[in-house]
């Protein structure tokens, strides 16, 4: 427990250091203002949109960037050689990432719209927010360079964009809402309004791509933390 | 300590084995020299032996277990320094070693400033670690890797593009270390460092073990004492290298000493960099 919370204390001070806090803040504020110009009529939907694209954005280039930084330090060499499980890592960085991506999305949330509108909201917002951490995690494990990146960035975009074309009802049918995050989405659009049975589904459904996003950080990605004791040659 | 037996290990995609066959052992309480040029196997052994590679074949035992028994408890046991830093840059030093000791299950706080004392750097504990020069970042890993009083040290190039008085310094934390009866083992390309600090070295050259011996021994063995000569003939300064041996009896010396003005004479011992080169025919790159 001490290996964690010191974990986790010192990904909170890179995260500080490093200015991901301040440079969050900075585009959530921007956001807001922006968010100010629409009518408040429309606010709502244009807050879901802003959101996505938003956290989606910040996971994958927070997540990727803390990768990349991870290489250039040597850290994850130096945590392979300690008693600590490799899950430990991955546990840290989406706690710390999700949770500044949560707290981004509900300052956003709350400083555009009025509290009884974004509560029944609120887990719309979480579920993105650990998606696009977990997200991030994946380019910063699987891909070295800035133009793998960019390649991902850019071939992973529809799987993004499919879910707002659902949001925004350009789309009918399930297909838009059978993506990352789709779930949060779903949930933005009228929240804890909508029918149970659908929320259920989407939100079981969005908990599974967060489970197979961590399954694909935490195994299967080639810069795996874990030593190799224990296992037969 | 260290028991290797027909080591074997081949990455994948490549047709020919990257170590073919080694087999050596590392006793308690010695220094022990892991010498060969980049790309020779020295580093993949190391990686093999501290548990970050896998899919060998042959037989590696750590404290009397084979690897394979191992589990990360093994990382209380041992210590690793590699070449390249291994921290958070904008962390400082104490808070580095903060984290690495708890990750390492080690409460005695006191311990991190034992260790930043001991390599020297407990003055600069409270700066980041971005302003720190090679030479700190490396004693910084060295301060990493002493964290959980290791019996068993492994050390990557420790003393690689550094300059002599922290060389030096860093030498000195390694022999405090073995009076204090750790084991080294010491990966290097650098056959000065090999000569000074260990009692036995090997050498690899592409992934098979040349020679294992003390460097007095394969001096004694391998190396020729030599004597070189300055002198001066029809005015142009030139110098000749004549052995030690039968020097008395040596013709070409005998006509040096009567042709020529003598600017400079000095007697040279064998460097282990002569006895690798004559044993391996490979050089140090």
Not at chain 1, 96 to 111: K, M, N, P, R
Request: aromatic share 8%.
């Amino acid at each position: 427990m001490t290996a964690w919370l010191a974990l986790l204390n010192a990904e909170a001070r890179l995260f500080w250091r490093q200015g991901l806090v301040a440079a969050a803040l900075v585009l959530t504020l921007v956001w807001v203002a922006l968010l100010h110009l629409t009518p408040p009529a429309d606010r709502l939907f244009w807050l879901g949109l802003v959101a996505g694209m938003d956290v989606i954005a910040m996971g994958l280039l927070f997540g990727f960037g803390l990768g990349l930084l991870d290489q250039v330090q040597g850290t994850p060499t130096a945590w392979r050689l300690t008693p600590t499980p490799a899950l430990w890592f991955s546990l840290s960085r989406t706690l710390l990432l999700s949770g500044l991506l949560t707290a981004c999305l509900l300052l956003l949330a709350f400083l555009v719209l009025p509290f009884a509108t974004v509560w029944p909201r609120l887990p719309g917002l979480v579920l993105l927010a650990i998606q696009a951490a977990l997200a991030g995690q994946l380019f910063g494990r699987w891909l070295s360079d800035l133009n793998g990146f960019i390649l991902a960035t850019a071939l992973s975009a529809p799987l993004w964009a499919l879910p707002f074309l659902g949001y925004a009802g350009w789309l009918d049918g399930p297909l838009p809402w059978l993506w990352p995050l789709s779930g949060g989405l779903y949930w933005l659009t009228e929240g804890a309004l909508s029918s149970p049975v659908s929320l259920a589904w989407i939100t079981g459904l969005q908990l599974g791509w967060i489970l197979v996003s961590a399954g694909l950080v935490e195994r299967l990605a080639p810069r795996h933390l874990g030593h190799r004791l224990g296992e037969r040659s | 300590m260290i028991d290797v037996e027909q080591l074997r290990n081949r990455y994948s995609g490549r047709d020919e084995d990257t170590l073919k066959g080694l087999s050596f052992s590392v006793e308690p309480g010695e220094i022990f020299g892991f010498l060969g040029p980049s790309g020779s196997g020295k580093s993949t052994t190391q990686r093999l032996l501290i548990g970050l590679e896998k899919g060998h074949r042959g037989a590696i035992r750590l404290f009397g277990r084979p690897i394979q028994e191992w589990n990360a408890a093994l990382y209380r046991r041992i210590g690793v320094c590699f070449e390249l830093p291994n921290h958070y840059a904008k962390l400082t030093a104490r808070e580095n070693l903060a984290v690495f000791a708890a990750l390492q299950g080690i409460e005695n706080r006191r311990r991190i400033d034992a260790v930043l004392d001991q390599v020297g750097l407990l003055a600069d504990a409270d700066t980041r670690t971005a302003r720190f020069s090679k030479g700190m970042k490396i004693r910084l890993n060295l301060a990493r890797a002493l964290l959980p009083e290791p019996d068993l040290l492994f050390l990557d190039e420790p003393t690689s593009g550094l300059d002599p008085v922290t060389a030096g310094r860093i030498k000195s934390v390694i022999q405090d270390r073995q009076a204090a009866g750790t084991t080294v083992f010491l990966t290097t390309h650098t056959m000065q460092d090999a000569d000074q600090l260990c009692d036995r070295v090997a050498f690899i050259v592409d992934g098979e073990l040349k020679q294992i011996d003390a460097p007095s021994v394969l001096k004694q063995r391998f190396g020729e004492d030599s004597l070189t000569v300055r002198h001066v003939r029809a005015g142009r300064v030139m110098t000749s290298r004549f052995p030690l041996q039968e020097l008395a009896n040596n013709a070409d010396f005998q006509a040096l000493l009567r042709t020529d003005r003598i600017e400079q004479m000095h007697s040279q011992e064998a460097s282990l960099d002569d006895v690798f080169i004559r044993v391996t025919g490979a050089a140090l790159i």
